[in-house]
T-cell receptor, first 112, second 114 residues
Framework: ELKVEQNPLFLSMQEGKNYTIYCNYSTTSDRLYWYRQDPGKSLESLFVLLSNGAVKQEGRLMASLDTKARLSTLHITAAVHDLSATYFCAVDHGGSQGNLIFGKGTKLSVKP | EPEVTQTPSHQVTQMGQEVILRCVPISNHLYFYWYRQILGQKVEFLVSFYNNEISEKSEIFDDQFSVERPDGSNFTLKIRSTKLEDSAMYFC????????????FGSGTQLSVL
């Protein structure tokens, strides 16, 4: 059974600081996704990582994938309040496209 | 920008009643999905749909659940006899073709079973 574990589950940061969210998964997978969710809202796609060593960056967020270690990271650089949200990683289950197993999410709070 | 739309945004029903949740996926996508999220918990896969049939379904998607693409644009999730534990936010998503690997999620339907 594929398991996806994120840590930390809660993260309180000061603006301007850097931090990393970790996503470990238990079996091989071809695709790893990062999503952002604001309270009461839908899931916004941030990154899709498709191969070992993939690195993608968008603004203050950078995601990477190490398929050998079964680890993805989401790095936050110089955090701002607008980044406060819950961040989910999700791993493709390997069956049909789009059967994603989600982590529990990391609730990020960026304080001024 | 194209988006997945869901209706209604909120649905309140009595236990044992049937509900139909509606979704309009992005028009050039090929794969359609339903996920749910119980309050404060993680997002869970229910079912994927491709080429007018179910591709895969989870253990949650039992005989009380069904999906349909009745007219080439709508994608519906029916729960035949709702239970209290079906209360959750239900998200529709679509992907493929123009969208590639990325899943685009709708804004969700909050289902409350009383």
């Amino acid at each position: 059974e594929l398991k996806v574990e994120q840590n930390p589950l809660f993260l309180s940061m000061q603006e301007g600081k850097n931090y990393t969210i970790y996503c470990n998964y238990s079996t091989t997978s071809d695709r790893l996704y990062w999503y952002r969710q604001d309270p009461g809202k839908s899931l916004e796609s941030l990154f899709v990582l498709l191969s070992n060593g993939a690195v993608k960056q968008e603004g203050r967020l950078m995601a990477s994938l190490d398929t050998k270690a079964r680890l993805s990271t989401l790095h936050i650089t110089a955090a701002v309040h607008d980044l406060s949200a819950t961040y989910f990683c999700a791993v493709d289950h390997g069956g049909s496209q789009g059967n994603l197993i989600f982590g529990k999410g990391t609730k990020l709070s960026v304080k001024p | 920008e194209p988006e997945v739309t869901q209706t209604p945004s909120h649905q309140v029903t009595q236990m044992g009643q049937e509900v139909i949740l509606r979704c309009v996926p992005i028009s050039n996508h090929l794969y359609f999905y339903w996920y749910r999220q119980i309050l404060g918990q993680k997002v869970e896969f229910l079912v994927s749909f491709y080429n007018n049939e179910i591709s895969e379904k989870s253990e949650i998607f039992d005989d009380q659940f069904s999906v349909e693409r009745p007219d080439g644009s709508n994608f519906t999730l029916k729960i035949r006899s709702t239970k209290l534990e079906d209360s959750a936010m239900y998200f529709c998503a679509s992907s493929g073709e123009g969208g590639g690997e990325k899943l685009f999620f709708g804004s969700g339907t909050q289902l409350s079973v009383l």
